[in-house]
């Protein structure tokens, strides 16, 4: 088992900027890759941003060029630095790590962008 929590989120102005984090503790070697993913209101989830196996990155064209995901050489904790924030980036963000067999969610921490 893994268990994740996710910390960081809050109430930012547009154009500011906000780090995640995503701390993973339990069965961690079994984690192979891990992602981020939001949720707006009436909104679907959807994957943000993406720590494949091997060091690649992944991000959604919206997020492209001003969020960046990191983790630390552990392999415990997950970062989305997000810098240039628009009210549009409002939303729950979620942590998600993946094994060969299951993956495991976070209670989610709520980003809102607005003036």
């Known amino acids: 088992q893994v268990q994740v929590v996710e910390s960081g989120g809050g109430l930012v102005q547009p154009g500011g900027s906000l780090r995640l984090s995503c701390a993973a503790s339990?069965?961690?070697?079994?984690?192979?890759?891990r992602y981020w993913y939001r949720q707006a209101p009436g909104n679907q989830r959807e994957q943000v941003a993406g720590?494949?196996?091997?060091?690649?990155?992944d991000y959604a064209d919206s997020v492209k060029g001003r969020f960046t995901i990191s983790g630390d050489s552990a392999g415990t904790t997950l970062y989305l630095q997000m810098n240039s924030l628009k009210p549009e980036d409002t939303a729950v963000y979620y942590c998600?790590?993946?094994?060969?067999?299951?993956?495991?969610w976070g209670q989610g921490t709520q980003v809102t962008v607005s003036s």
């Open positions: 998600m790590a993946r094994s060969r067999l299951r993956a495991y």
């Open positions: 339990g069965d961690t070697v079994t984690i192979i890759n």
């Open positions: 720590l494949i196996s091997g060091g690649r990155t």
